[in-house]
Structure formats: C-alpha cells, structure tokens
C-alpha cells in the first residue's frame, strides 16, 4: 500500500463548494490521483508552507509548521471564490521560489474568454469550464508527469566509492624479474671462468720461467 501511495500524484483541489470539491475529488481518485482537498485559496497556501502578511496581503512568507514536506503534482482551483480568487492564488504559486514548477489549472463555470485569457497569461496550465469531465483529467498527466521529472532529477546522485586494484601485469613484471636473475649469474660465472683459467696458467708460467733462470747446484745443503 505505501508504494502504491508514493507512486500516484497528489493533487491540490481548491473549492469553496462542496458539491463541487466531492465531484473533482470522486474524478481525481479515479483518475489513480492522491486528492487533498482544501476550501479557500487562503488555506491552499497553507497547506504548501506559504503565509500571507496581514500587513501586506502582496507578500508571502514560509510558515516552517505546515506541510512543507509533501508533494503536490499539480493545483486545481475554482476561479470564483469569496476572499482569495482562484486568479490570486495562482499569482501567488507562480511568484514563490519554491513552487512556481507547481501546474496550475483553473476551472469556473462561466465562459469569460478574458478571464480564461488573463489566467493562461499568468501560467495557468489549463483552464475547463464546470462541470470538469473524466475526459479533461487526462490532460492533467503530462504537466504532472513533467512535475515528477524534474523533482527526481533535482535529487542528489549517491557517489559510489572507487576501488582500484592493481594490476595482474605488475605481477608478471615481478616473476620476470626474479626468472631474469640467474640468468645474469649464470653469465657473470661463465665470463669469471675462463679469466680465472687464464690467471692460473700466468702463474704457472711464472713460476717455470724462474725454476729455468735459477742456476742447479748439486749436493748442496742450506742450514741456517
């Protein structure tokens, strides 16, 4: 059940009537959409984490008690509202840093091609006309799918940590290096052999010149 809840869109449906909130709810859920519904574009701000002044109803700030940490995928509001219009509330998303990425779409019940022209301006999405159909929710899932995307894609990417291992070819260089070492020893003997030879025969030699240039005295005894 949870991974099923993660997955669906949440979507934000702002009317002042019940009748009509019930209706665009009933055709969210169908639609496999997570519904919060809310009854005035004041609490709509609410909801997202965004306070008005009382000082300067113009100015927004961020409420760190309220609901910061939930998803929206896309608002849906009613244009015709006492207090905040659904054109106001619009204004107001748009205008914030942090929810401006926020589909917005307005639906009311009168055709007013100034109003719907006025709202598609200010970045509105999509603007229906009452009652909304099962068949205008299927335009909703592009924007909201877009939405979807670009919050995954913000997300931080975990760097796996690298492990270098050495090289097979090291190993071969080491026992080619150990195999090369007799080698050299076996040619330095072969080469100290034949010196040494020539060496000995020197002084063999010698030691016959000096036996022949010594002069032979017969029965002759040294003592000391």
């Known amino acids: 059940m949870g991974v099923e809840t993660e997955s669906k869109f949440h979507v934000l449906a702002v009317d002042d009537s019940l009748f009509d909130r019930k209706m665009i709810e009933r055709l969210l859920q169908k639609s496999s959409c997570q519904v919060t519904t809310v009854d005035s574009g004041s609490k709509a701000l609410e909801f997202l984490g965004l306070r008005v002044d009382d000082n300067d109803p113009n100015a927004l700030s961020t409420s760190p008690q309220i609901h910061q940490e939930v998803e929206i995928n896309l608002i849906i509001t009613d244009y015709c509202m006492p207090g905040m219009t659904g054109y106001d509330l619009l204004k107001k998303v748009k205008e914030s840093a942090a929810f401006r990425s926020i589909p917005v779409v307005i639906m009311s019940s009168e055709n007013v091609p100034a109003r719907i022209s006025r709202c598609l301006e200010e970045g509105a999405e999509e603007f229906f006309l009452k009652p909304v159909k099962l068949a205008d929710l299927t335009k909703l899932k592009p924007h909201m799918m877009k ?9 931080p990417v975990a760097i796996e940590e690298i492990v270098v291992s050495k090289p097979e070819i ?3 260089e080491d ?17 100290l052999e034949p010196m040494l030879c020539s060496n000995k025969r020197k002084a063999m ?19 000391v």
């Open 175 to 191: 026992s080619s290096v150990i195999e090369i070492l007799p080698l050299h020893q076996e040619l330095e003997s072969e080469q």
């Open 170 to 172: 090291e190993k071969e």
């Open 147 to 155: 939405t979807k995307l670009k919050k995954e894609s913000e997300k």
């Open 205 to 223: 030699e010698e030691v016959i010149s000096t036996d022949r240039s010594r002069p032979k005295y017969n029965d002759i005894t040294t003592s």
